[in-house]
């Protein structure tokens, strides 16, 4: 015995005498037990458990139990057999005691549960023992059972005494005390009638079989015996009970889990394992039977226990002589063939070596082991365990066995139909025993050698593991799997045309389970033909399974037989393909675990084709084991089947089949019965009643035959099947009972119940009406928004109208009951409910359209084949149109037809659109609107696709999208995605790929096919996150281009929106290309290529894979190399078309985006093996579906995936794109916006800090070289001083793009900050040198003055000194000592400058009149001009017509050309034409030549662009005067009238220079005016220049400075005060200049910088100040400012910031202000101190003197204060520095008081004003001017190359003066519409032709060198500014906002504030 029957006989044993002990302690018992209970019948008629008075515990037994509960109810003692499920047996134990059978039937199939029941005990237990059945029908509480007793009461073998009914929980006691009190009457009544009678009261004994049917006896043949098994009676003794097999029940660890399921052997196993089997079991029961035992009269074996001998039956069967116990009735008795026996004699105690198997409990418990499932079966599988992305699966045999279940599952998803056949790896071998064969042991005799060949031990082999049968894995995981991975996984099985699992024994309750939940997601779809009048007319029908009613045709095996019964209905259905799995499938093996009881069911669909099996749809249920033990499964077949057909081994009377035969010949059902031991064609017994043999028969004549009855039976009325109804059949549970399944189903049903009567076409119209006509219309307005022709703002104010009031209709129809009812189960239902309620909501909606959707189907094609008809007589008729029409509108009622989930979504994202377009306010709570996209992003994130853009209108609802997406970041977090997008013709399966690729749900159905785009988020798997740089895959499936139903109303234009779209959300797109068609693929890859080119074109840069499905050689190599380089020149052609369209430089397709042939194209094998609608999917198509998920994993890799908020951003980018006819102008990418936006900002942060820094240097630098103390600066020097904070801020710049989440948006810029950071950094030390050195320069100028000031000072001091000494004595007062000085000083002064002449101040009145009358101009003309003072906003003026008079021959020319003109038009136009012609020229913006034009050309002769051009001349003029006036040395040498004589000549040149070419001059006038304005803008310089140079260089200026300084000193030395206290007085004098100088300039330093950091206004980017520039305005509502800003923008922002820092400097933030004063006062005055203590200490440490003293202090003060120079000669006296100190001390004191009153005012008067600060940190940026309405570039670099120009906001073209020409109408519309529009504008003012403004880059470099994105104008700022200042500006312009300018009517209700607060909009990214 091998080790593994080794142990099975071990364990067996060990229950064997645990029922020993169980006898003898029963036995023991002194009181006999006095009526014996035994339940018969059907297991599922009661409720089992702990409640149940009757049978309170689930352990099944045969032996008889004591019941405590039954004696304390009824006061006796009473015992149990549990006999329930029908077993099997052939004996059955001795019972001495009074007994009755409970025979338990189930209300509703009372009546077969009855038969069978009956039969049953009269052929296993005995016909006599019938009187001591009662019969008790079990029923649900609320039953009624009248009915069911009246047709008992129909059975001869019914007696109503003895019947009784009871609740199937058996937990009432007056129901079991009635019961027991009837049995108690029934068991006396037959104690009487058979008194004396002794074989009643010994024992049960076996009996023979009944008797059969005398007309079934004439039916079959004679019973043959079996070859293979000569069966011999048994003898037992009386009483002795022979069990059947060896009990397999024993004792478990308490607590564990119970796996009660039917187990059995493989009922399909192959002969070889039969007898390989039988081998095992006769070794393992310890016995030898020889061949020549065989048919024998049999042996006599001792029995151990009673010592007796008995005969038994030796043939194959294995005994279980000690076991008391029956057979696990949860089992089935094996499966395999029985042993025949005679008529006469009693029946072997085994049927075969087959139901000698030893099964263990153990067995499933051990394979869920195996397959590592055994923590699934409590934890069940989800699908989103499936819907997630991991490694690709392994299509190789190195699958583990633990692996197997999730490799099944994950190939099954994969539509890989070889799920089943999953090779696995082998367990490795040692190295000493590596033979691929195994050797026999035998030894090297001759004997040994044959006794070894003819054994049939197969030694080395039994010792190892059976392989797991395939369907034991599929069952297993079906087991634990919940009930949505169930239906998934069903769902596929169909799909691969596999049987699917009708009626499963549930592992713990032995329950029969219908699966019927998942079923319901299938569909089949047939045809069916019918030929009329020599005309076949096919018709197609598609339905959910569960509905439909189809023959069901139920195959039963009733015994063992050699003949696969599986293989058999193969070749029925399918006959090549394996829909039923059979013993000689690949993987079968001998041992099958959880298959028997199982009922599985497939479908044979029609073709419609002459070659099909059968004419319709039929159902074929294979019940799997010994159907002779499985009783209840075959009673339920039998009643809802068609036609049954039974195979048994032989047909003979006596045969243990021969009553189930008799029964189902007796039925009414037809009957084959296929007989193994018969040689027989088929027969007819009776009608609809057929016998076939299968012996010796071929394979392929018996399906044949069988087809052919069938198709008999068939031909005529049957009963139909309909799966849904296998919820009524009484003892079966539905999974679909379960209580959350049908919470979701009720609250779904709520809903269908308002659609259920209607038709379907109807039903969107009535409660989805918001995505209905309203829809449709507003998509269509909206899109129009974007192709506005005529009055175009007038039009656009109207289509907003138009578009609010739908809005607004939708509001009012939205508050429907089908909607309300959805969106509460939404939100109401938990998570799990919810699901079903969606799947529940879809199956049962899909249900109602099927039936209609078939109906329109079945019209159309029929209404399609009469206009054929018509259309083939060649002959319009009325009919014809007739029929046409009828066609039409059966194609719009199937659009309408079709409903699903996805219009209830669409509908609650139209209702959110609504709302939130109109924000209606919530009325009392949060109103529901405001919770969809929550709702929907819940369902988003567990896997549900959602739509991304509508299909039926063809557009992305923009609100709705955005809303949803942020609830998703919400939930989940901003997380990075990969989105995969997939392109390509209609129904070339490109749903079908994604489901394959990633487990999705994408609609395939050729009936539904996917419309618009849907999005599906796919997380990755936690083992390969690692690899990837994302979170998520989102999968974007789209319609097919080239969609048929869009062929009659559509153009190639809806294909490349779809394509420009997808193609731009995707980081990589999936291009399908279906079939090898090339017409077909050029369509397709020019759309394609186009889309890409855009791409490339607005610097989005996705990847892309061609997907080349349905080819049909993938493997040929050589073709597919070929098939590539036909692709590449393909793509490389349409790339040069493409480039053409789009106006881009392309050659071949890898210029537009990164290709590589040879990697990026991939072949896919078509996914059908065959035909449809039987073929299985093609196991090709699921590698090549690998693969392209192996590739698409490879490229992921290296990306980055997307945030989801930048997702969000794009889908709003592009949509708004597309809107527009020129996408690539169009496209305004607000993330890479956004991103940049925030980059200027920090640019801003980054250069303050450079600035700041340079300017804390350069007040360090300044004093000292003001004071002297330095002459040179190098710029080495700067640098050095700058490094370390200009080595932060180049870090800091690495950090942020490498570090920021905008990373690699952030790339695309970074060298181009880099270098303008380093350029700043650049200017900035050029600049502060520059300022130096020309200090420096002013320095070197004046030296010999310095040295004369020295001199004078020392002089001065001396003479000071001397005349206090001589006054010391005396007792003069204040009030003298001041007039003596004052003489004196006068004196002084008069001799120290008696060689020197004071500098005079300058008039420049008087010499500018000077130089314009040089220039010929009269005086009084100056004065006049002065006076009005009109020259001062000469650039601003709105119209120069009063300058301009034409030249003479020019004027002549045009007056005759325009005569000319006019007389030609006359000639060519008349009337209405005329008109109509000059209105369409001034909509084109064409010039007009009409009369009452002309007049108006005289009055206004200036066109608005030659305006400008003079307006640019004159700013240009004043630009290079004043470039030239500051290049003189004004404030080194003075100022000289000659340099104003030197601007008027430069600007009179200029003049004339403007003049020539032009065909007018200008008047005097603008000269005069002209040198006036330039002379005013360069007077304040002059002046302050001037005045420095006077200043630094006037010895009386400087004298008069210095003499109250001196009055002090001579002060001091009358009184008598030393020299330390005198030279302290000086030194603090001194002290205190520089410091009010260091801090004002520090303090101007320090408010500029706050206010970079703090203020609003200051603090963020161009734009950010723009905005605040225009509140600003728009606050003041000052005209003259406005136009300031129109015409000079900079100026009016230089006036706005110096406004802002004054506001802030004295109001607003003027305590803030004056704390940076004070802390910079303390600063100072605590390094004055620490400076004073440290020079004294040193000095007197060193023993110094006072000269010592000053350098030391004045280099403690440096850098941040600087001393002038003192002279110490006069103070050498000097010595006790610590007096000094103190004095100096004391005056620092004086000094702190005083500086701490210093006044705010003073600050913009010092040379760091803040506000000239700001100014150039603000203002060094782009001011270029938009062409059309002169809006500002508000790029924060000034050069910004070879970024264009651009502004987020535009404004109408006529605030800049822009009107019709030759009309007085002022531009109305925004530029950023006109360039979305159809209109044509003139380059320049004198060119002759026009452009289209869609192509105004192409009007030169002005235009080209701007970027224009169409943006709807929405911006009311400027709206409100033309209302609001319409006058004024129609009078600056002299001209009307009228005709095509007049000002649309709702512009007027625009307020301020709306004005205000639409600039937040403009600084938006969108």
């Known amino acids: ?31 006999t037990p006095e009526l014996t209970l035994v339940l018969i019948g059907n297991k599922d008629s009661i409720e089992i458990g702990s409640k149940n008075i009757l049978l309170d515990h689930d352990k099944e037994i045969h032996v008889k139990e004591f019941s405590s509960r039954l004696y304390d109810l009824f006061a006796r003692q009473i015992s149990l057999i549990n006999m329930l499920g029908f077993p099997n047996i052939e004996k059955v134990p001795v019972i001495k005691d009074d007994h009755a059978f409970i025979l338990l039937i189930s209300n509703g199939l009372h009546d077969s549960q009855y038969t069978s029941g009956m039969q049953w ?399 319901r997601q299938i569909t089949k779809t047939w045809k069916t033909s019918t030929t009329k009048d020599n005309s076949t007319t096919v018709t197609m029908k598609s339905m959910p399974v569960y509905n439909a009613e189809t023959p069901m045709v139920s195959f039963f095996r ?219 219309e507003w998509c269509k307005i909206n899109k129009e928004l974007y192709h506005l022709k005529g009055h175009i703002e007038k039009e656009m104010v109207q289509k907003r109208q138009q578009l609010k009031e739908i809005r607004q209709k939708q509001c009012n129809m939205s508050n429907n009951e089908m909607m309300r009812l959805f969106t509460e189960s939404l939100e109401r239902l938990p998570p799990n409910d919810r699901e079903y309620f969606l799947k529940w909501t879809q199956i049962l909606i899909d249900a109602l359209s099927k039936d209609d959707l078939s109906s329109i189907l079945q019209s159309y094609d029929e209404t399609w084949s009469e206009v054929l008809v018509l259309k083939n007589k060649h002959e319009k008729s009325a009919q014809l149109n007739e029929k046409q029409a009828e066609l039409e509108h059966l194609s719009k009622k199937l659009q309408s037809a079709t409903f699903g989930l996805e219009h209830l979504f669409r509908e609650m994202g139209q209702i959110y659109e609504a709302h939130k377009f109109l924000e209606r306010p919530s009325l009392g709570r949060q109103t529901e609107w405001t919770k969809y996209p929550e709702l929907a992003a819940d369902l988003m994130i567990k896997g549900h696709p959602m739509e991304l853009m509508d299909g039926d209108a063809g557009h992305v609802p923009l609100l709705w999208i955005s809303s949803l997406l942020k609830e998703v970041i919400k939930k989940l977090g901003d997380q990075k995605v990969f989105v995969l997008s997939v392109l390509g013709v209609q129904s070339s399966g490109k749903s079908t790929m994604l489901n394959a690729m990633f487990g999705l749900q994408f609609a395939v159905s050729a009936g539904r096919c996917t419309k618009g785009a849907y999005m599906q988020l796919v997380k990755l798997s936690e083992e390969i996150k690692k690899d990837y740089k994302f979170e998520y895959v989102l999968v974007v499936d789209t319609e097919g281009l080239r969609a048929l139903e869009l062929a009659g109303n559509a153009t190639l234009h809806h294909d490349n929106e779809l394509a420009t779209f997808v193609v731009g959300l995707g980081n990589m797109t999936l291009i399908n290309i279906f079939g090898e068609n090339p017409a077909d693929m050029q369509d397709v890859l020019q759309i394609v290529v186009q889309a890409f080119m855009r791409m490339k074109k607005v610097k989005l840069s996705p990847s892309c894979v061609f997907v080349h499905q349905n080819v049909t050689d993938i493997s040929a190599v050589e073709k597919n190399m070929d098939g590539k380089r036909r692709l590449q020149e393909k793509l490389d052609k349409m790339a040069q078309l493409a480039a053409k369209e789009e106006v881009c430089d392309v050659e071949c397709f890898s210029d537009v985006i990164a290709f590589d042939v040879q990697k990026d194209v991939k072949y896919f094998a078509q996914l059908w093996e065959g035909s449809p609608p039987m073929a299985p999917p093609n196991p090709g198509y699921s590698e090549s579906v690998q693969e392209l998920k192996a590739v698409i994993l490879s490229k992921a890799s290296h990306s980055t995936g997307i945030l989801l908020s930048h997702f969000n951003a794009k889908i709003q980018d592009l949509w708004n794109a597309l809107m527009n006819e020129h996408f690539v102008f169009s496209f305004k990418n607000t993330l890479e916006i956004a991103v940049y936006r925030k980059l200027e900002a920090q640019y801003g942060n980054w250069t303050w800090a450079l600035r700041s820094e340079m300017l ?117 007062d204040v009030e003298e000592l001041k007039g003596q000085f004052n003489t004196v000083w006068s004196l002084w002064v008069k001799e120290l400058t008696s060689d020197t002449k004071p500098i005079e101040n300058i008039s420049l009145d008087e010499d500018q009149c000077n130089v314009l009358g040089g220039l010929g101009v009269e005086s009084s003309f100056i004065i006049e001009s002065k006076q009005s003072k009109k020259y001062k ?235 605040h520039v225009l509140a600003s305005l728009a606050e003041k509502e000052d005209f003259n400012s406005f136009i300031t800003y129109i015409r000079n923008p900079r100026k009016q922002v230089e006036a706005f910031i110096k406004e802002e820092v004054e506001k802030y ?123 059309f309405c002169a809006s500002v570039c508000t790029n924060t670099l000034k050069d910004h190359s070879p970024d264009k120009h651009s502004v987020p906001f535009h404004r109408p073209s006529g605030i800049k003066g822009w009107h019709g020409r030759g009309t007085v109408d002022l531009v109305i519309d925004f530029c950023t519409t006109l360039v979305a529009s159809d209109r044509r504008f003139y380059p320049e003012h004198d060119s002759e032709k026009t452009v289209p403004y869609k192509q105004y880059q192409t009007a030169g470099e002005k235009y080209a060198s701007w970027s224009l994105t169409a943006d709807a104008s929405m911006l009311a700022y400027w709206k409100w500014f033309i209302c609001h200042f319409q006058e004024e500006l129609e009078d600056y312009y002299n001209l009307k906002f009228q005709g095509w300018g007049e000002i649309p009517q709702q512009w007027k209700h625009l307020s301020k504030k709306d004005a205000i607060e639409s600039l937040n909009e403009m600084c938006s990214p969108r």
């Open 1 to 31: 015995m091998n080790s593994h029957d080794a142990q099975h006989s071990k364990r067996d044993k060990n229950v064997q005498g645990e029922a020993e002990n169980t006898s003898s302690s029963t036995g023991s018992n002194a009181v």
């Open 121 to 519: 005990l009269e052929r296993k237990i005995g016909k006599e023992h019938s009187s001591y059945v009662m019969t008790v029908m079990t029923h649900d509480s609320d039953d009624i059972c009248e009915s069911a007793l009246q047709d008992l009461k129909a059975k001869s073998s019914f007696s109503e005494k003895r019947y009784h009914t009871c609740t199937r929980s058996m937990m009432d006691e007056n129901e079991i005390i009635a019961l027991l009190e009837k049995i108690d009457d029934m068991v006396s009544e037959n104690r009487q009638m058979t008194e004396g009678q002794e074989a009643h009261h010994e024992a049960l004994r076996t009996v023979k079989e009944t008797e059969t049917d005398n007309t079934f006896e004439d039916a079959v043949e004679d019973f043959k015996k079996d070859d293979n098994c000569k069966a011999r009676q048994a003898e037992v003794s009386p009483g002795q009970y022979q069990p059947t097999d060896k009990d397999f029940t024993g004792q478990r660890k308490k607590g564990e889990t119970k796996l009660k399921t039917t187990l059995g052997e493989d009922s399909e196993m192959n002969d070889d394992s039969r007898e390989l089997h039988k081998e095992g079991q006769k070794k393992e029961g310890g016995m030898d039977i020889s061949k020549e035992n065989v048919g024998g009269k049999g042996s006599e074996i001792n029995n151990k226990h009673t010592g007796e001998k008995s005969e038994i039956n030796t043939a194959s069967c294995e005994l279980s002589q000690e076991s008391n116990i029956l057979q696990h009735p949860s089992t089935p008795p094996p499966t395999h063939s029985g042993d025949n026996v005679d008529e006469n004699k009693e029946k072997p105690l085994c049927n075969s070596s087959e139901e000698k198997r030893k099964i263990s409990p153990q067995e499933p418990e051990m394979l869920f082991k195996r397959l590592k499932l055994q923590d699934k079966c409590q934890t069940k599988w989800s699908p989103k365990e499936f819907i997630q992305i991991g490694r690709p699966v392994k299509q190789t045999n190195e699958i583990s066995e633990k692996d197997l279940a999730y490799a099944f599952l994950q190939r099954l998803m994969m539509l890989d139909h070889r799920a089943r056949y999953i090779p696995v790896k082998q367990k490795k071998l040692d190295a000493s025993n590596s033979q691929a064969v195994h050797m026999s042991k035998s030894e090297d005799t001759d004997d040994d050698d044959l006794d070894a060949l003819y054994s049939t031990n197969t030694e080395s082999g039994q010792s190892q593991e059976n392989q797991v049968h395939p369907m034991d894995v599929q069952m297993a995981v079906f087991h634990c799997s919940d009930s949505f991975l169930k239906q998934k996984m069903i769902t596929k099985l169909s799909q691969c045309q596999y049987a699917l699992p009708l009626l499963v024994p549930d592992l713990v309750t032995t329950n029969i389970v219908c699966p019927l939940w998942t079923f």
């Open 558 to 776: 009733l015994g063992s037989m050699s003949l696969s019964k599986s293989q058999l209905m193969n070749a029925l259905i399918n006959d090549r393909h394996n829909t039923f799995f059979h013993r000689n499938c690949p993987g079968s093996t001998k041992s099958r675990h959880l298959m028997d009881g199982v009922a599985e069911i497939a479908w044979y669909c029609p073709a419609g084709k002459p070659n099909d099996f059968f004419l319709d749809c039929i159902a074929f249920c294979n019940l799997h084991g010994d159907s002779l033990a499985i009783v209840k499964q075959r009673e339920i077949l039998t009643e809802m089947s068609s036609v049954i057909v039974v195979l048994v081994p032989t047909l003979e009377k006596n045969h243990e089949s021969s009553a189930v035969i008799s029964m189902l010949y007796k039925s009414s059902k037809p009957l084959i019965i296929l007989s193994a031991d018969n040689e027989c064609s088929a027969v007819e017994m009776k009608p609809q009643k057929y016998k076939l043999g299968l012996k010796e028969r071929s394979q392929s004549d018996v399906p044949e035959e069988l087809k052919k009855i069938i198709r008999s039976i068939l031909s005529r009325p049957q009963t139909s099947f309909q799966l849904k109804t296998m919820a009524k059949v009484s003892g079966v549970r539905v999974d679909e009972d379960m209580e959350v399944c049908q919470n979701g189903k009720s609250a779904a049903m709520e809903l269908v119940k308002l659609i259920e009567r209607m038709d379907v076409s109807e039903i969107k119209e009535k409660f989805l009406p918001c995505q209905g006509q309203l829809w449709y």
């Open 1256 to 1372: 804390n240097i350069e007040n360090q630098l300044y004093p000292r070289i003001e004071k002297g103390q330095l002459d040179k600066v190098d710029k080495v020097y700067l640098e050095k001083q700058m490094s370390k904070k200009y080595t932060e801020i180049t870090k800091a710049i690495v950090a942020y793009f490498e570090d920021d989440k905008d990373k690699e948006m952030l790339v695309q810029w970074r060298s181009r900050f880099e270098i303008k950071i380093d350029e700043f950094h650049e200017e900035l030390v050029r600049d502060v040198k520059r300022k130096l050195d020309e200090l420096i320069q002013q320095n070197n100028a004046r030296k010999k003055f310095d040295n004369k000031m020295t001199e004078f000072e020392n002089n001065l001091l001396q003479k000071s000194k001397e005349l206090a000494h001589l006054l010391k004595c005396t007792d003069a």
């Open 1433 to 1667: 906003n000469l650039s601003e003026t709105g119209n120069y017509c009063c300058y301009r008079t034409p030249k003479k021959s020019e004027k002549l020319y045009e007056e005759s050309q325009q005569s000319q003109k006019n007389k030609n038009k006359a000639d060519r136009d008349t009337g209405k034409q005329s008109k109509i012609f000059d209105i369409a020229r001034k909509f084109m913006g064409m010039a007009s030549t009409t009369q009452q034009e002309q007049q108006h050309k005289s009055k206004n002769s200036f066109q608005h662009e030659e305006q400008e051009m003079i307006r640019l001349f004159i700013n240009q003029v004043e630009q290079e005067c004043l470039k030239v006036m500051k290049d003189k040395p004004v404030a080194t040498r003075g100022y000289s009238s000659t340099y104003l004589e030197e601007l008027a000549k430069h600007v009179k040149q200029r003049v004339t220079e403007f003049e020539s070419g032009r065909k007018y001059t200008f008047k005097k006038e603008f000269t005069v005016d002209l040198l006036l304005y330039v002379f005013d803008r360069a007077e304040s310089w002059l002046l302050q220049s001037h005045k420095t140079y006077k200043d630094n260089n006037d010895v009386f200026t400087y004298l008069d400075s210095k003499e109250k300084e001196y009055y002090n000193i001579f002060r001091s030395f009358c009184k008598g005060s030393s020299s330390v206290v005198v030279f302290g007085e000086i030194m603090c004098e001194n002290l205190k200049v520089s410091a009010v100088e260091a801090v004002y300039n520090k303090t101007g330093v320090g408010i500029a910088g706050e206010m970079v950091c703090n203020f609003s206004a200051f603090s963020g980017n161009r734009l950010n100040l723009e905005k």
């Open 1705 to 1827: 400097m004295f109001a607003t933030q003027k305590g803030k202000a004056q704390t940076i004063l004070n802390k910079n006062v303390e600063d100072i005055t605590r390094l004055v101190s620490q400076a004073l203590f440290g020079a004294t200490d040193e000095v007197k440490k060193k023993k110094g003197d006072i000269e010592m003293w000053v350098e030391k202090f004045s280099s403690k003060l440096e850098p941040n204060l600087t001393l002038d120079t003192i002279s110490c000669q006069n103070f050498s006296d000097i010595n006790n520095f610590d007096f000094l100190k103190e004095e100096i001390e004391k005056g620092l004191k004086n000094i702190r008081s005083e500086m701490n009153s210093l006044s705010l005012n003073k600050v913009n008067e010092c040379r760091q004003k803040p506000e000239q600060i700001l100014i150039d940190q603000l203002c060094n940026c782009c001011w270029e001017r938009c062409p």
